[in-house]
């Protein structure tokens, strides 16, 4: 028989299953019996748990921002080394959970979605650009950061490349092409100031 999971982790266990299924079927194949299947339980149980399919989904996009918030590394940590962390954490953290790449990077998930999830993912989203925006405007006034674009039009660079290495590292598109040791001096290179004199 199975060790009886206390209810934090069963919880968090329904969340990633969910995932789960979301990535290998689509999210249209989540539901209750596919995922009580999926953690072995039954739906009555799982019921204990979830009272509705729409309470699951409103707990993965808890796991979601979770996940999210876990990757981003420490705001005290010098510029460049907070963007190189990120890449690297956020990009693992993504490519290790099936399922939330596709959410994040799916505008058909969000239709499928509860407002209330929605706007939670969103919310992790701002989360994630504002800490990114905050590591660039701190490095251009160190001066380690380039100053003729402002930090939010460098922004979708760093998310951009955390996107590529999601596919390099768990998707079926890019895998094995890249990965952050090689993304993060490219990356670096483009967000460097000019050197002077330079065309």
Sequence with gaps: MARRLPQPERRAQIADAA????????IGQLTVAALAEEVGMTGGALYRHYASLEAVLEAVAERVSELLDESLPDPSLAPLDWLERFIKSRSTAVSGHPGLARLLFSDQFALAMP??????LREAILKTFGGIAAALERGQEQGVIRRDLAPLA?????????QVLVLAQGGRVLEGMMSADVAWPILRALLMPPKEGAA
Excluded at 115 to 120: D, V
């Design 19 to 26: 995932l789960r299924i979301i990535e290998t079927r689509g």
């Design 115 to 120: 407002q209330a999830s929605i706007a939670r």
């Design 154 to 162: 460098l922004v979708p660079a760093v998310a951009g490349i955390v």
